[in-house]
């Protein structure tokens, strides 16, 4: 498909061809057309997929559009809301590139600069904003900004906004939006609280998704552990004792639970560093760094941190937390087993995870074999079925002659593991009171 099929204006069609576009990506295709009918989008789409141009297109369109043909006082019609500086100066050129012969002006505001520069420009009239939220709540309480005219309001990045502890700040800069507006939210990964941020903003929402290219997971080795949440830290200590682990990504669902997980394996002596939203910049970049250079053998981090970490033999992913989005699984265990190097994802499921495996694996159509040769390993009763369909049962059945009786096998295999004495004296330090306290 080429863009003609689109409808676009010639000042667009113009500008896009000079860029040396010619087929538009799945998202430009997908969102565009709905985008010209006025209707909101709920978008699953990561950058790099050509969002910017899937929503900046059609706003420039809609407004040049919309524009008196005369001289006009341009008040801001479309306010692009965005997490970070690089972005929002990232997104600020496209608009500039695909707007260049629409007539429309836009310009960009964040933080960390002086905001004179930003004031003298909204003096001057833009039709279309993009902003960082912080920069936009103080310049819209000195009165440099106002939103009463916006008719296309952009929410870009919602998970990394709620992830960078900027949700209360959005929050309050959309009750300042007009109530009749188009909105149109863009999230990389759609964890329920998003879902259900973004019902508070959209009125009947076209959801639009786009899968980025997926990982060769068959060169990565996978393997999943039942066990009680009690037992997970015990169980990962235990894990990384082992020296043949070369380095290790640890996937946890909270920036608290990356805290606590780091605390906890730095106690096991086990050298970890935590990457997530709530770390300084500088904090992020030095823990990766370190990681990076194996100078440190662990890194725990949430799913939006860790986007865009690309570490060379990485050996290990472990997903402490089962993901809630079968697709970030993918993206997850895609961190090793890059290059054509063998990877090894190893998940740690509990009770309450189950139906997320039950996902997981419908998704991957290939189960994920579950490990039962540890020392904690959970009644499979109380996990129950984990497979998509009865009849493709490979995981759980038992292997016919196996004696594996699932009510005892937790019991059985710390004796084994630690020996009948041993035994005792590990649980202290592991057992589910002890990891309760965490
Ligand atoms: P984005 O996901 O918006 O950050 O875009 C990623 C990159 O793809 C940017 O460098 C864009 O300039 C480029 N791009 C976006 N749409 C197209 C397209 N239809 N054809 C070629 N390149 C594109």
Redesign the pocket.
């Known amino acids: 498909m080429s863009f003609e099929k689109l409808n676009l204006i010639k000042p667009i069609e113009k500008a896009l061809a000079e860029e040396?576009?010619i087929?538009?990506?799945p998202i430009?295709h997908q969102a565009i057309p709905f985008i010209l009918e006025r209707k909101d989008i709920l978008g699953c789409a990561q950058?790099?997929?050509?969002?910017?141009?899937a929503f900046a297109v059609p706003i420039l369109q809609i407004l040049y559009s919309e524009k008196p043909a005369e001289k006009y006082k341009r008040t801001i019609n479309s306010l692009i809301l965005t997490p970070t500086r690089e972005l929002a100066l990232?997104i600020g050129e496209s608009f500039k590139t695909y707007g260049k012969y629409t007539g429309l002006k836009s310009t960009v505001i964040f933080g960390g600069v002086s905001q004179k520069g930003q004031t003298d420009l909204l003096r001057n009239g833009v039709d279309i904003l993009i902003a960082t939220p912080g920069r936009l709540l103080d310049l819209m309480n000195q009165n440099f900004v106002s939103l009463q005219n916006i008719k296309l309001f952009v929410l870009d990045e919602a998970d990394r906004m709620l992830d960078m502890g900027f949700i209360n700040d959005v929050k309050k800069i959309i009750s300042k939006l007009p109530a009749k507006r188009q909105s149109l939210f863009f999230s990389a990964t759609m964890p329920r609280e998003i879902i259900k941020f973004a019902g508070t903003i959209l009125s009947d929402p076209v959801k639009i998704e786009v899968t980025p290219e997926s990982p060769a997971v068959e060169t990565i080795k996978q393997g999943v552990y039942f066990v009680a949440k009690p037992n997970k830290k015990a169980l990962l200590i235990h894990l990384l004792k082992n020296e043949s682990i070369d380095s290790a990504l640890v996937f946890t669902r909270t920036k608290h639970g990356a805290d606590q997980v780091t605390k906890i394996l730095n106690g096991a002596k086990i050298h970890a560093e935590a990457i997530h939203g709530n770390k300084s910049q500088n904090a992020r970049q030095r823990a990766l760094s370190n990681f990076k250079s194996k100078r440190t053998r662990v890194l725990v981090a949430t799913d939006i941190a860790s986007r865009g970490i690309d570490v060379d033999k990485l050996s290990h992913v472990i997903n402490y937390e089962m993901p809630d989005v079968s697709e970030t699984y993918v993206h997850r265990i895609g961190r090793t087993g890059r290059a054509g190097l063998s990877g090894v994802a190893l998940s740690f499921c509990d009770a309450e995870e189950k139906s997320l495996l039950k996902d997981i694996n419908r998704f991957i159509n290939i189960p994920i074999p579950v490990i039962r040769d540890h020392p904690f390993v959970q009644n499979e009763k109380e996990i129950g079925n984990i497979n998509p369909s009865a009849n493709n049962s490979r995981v759980t059945k038992k292997k016919s002659g196996e004696d594996f009786n699932p009510a005892d096998a937790g019991q059985k295999n710390k004796k084994r593991w630690f020996g009948k004495n041993s035994f005792k004296g590990k649980s202290k330090s592991y057992g589910r009171n002890t990891a309760r306290k965490y």
């Open positions: 040396g576009y087929h538009p990506t430009q950058t790099g997929t050509g969002k910017t141009a990232q």
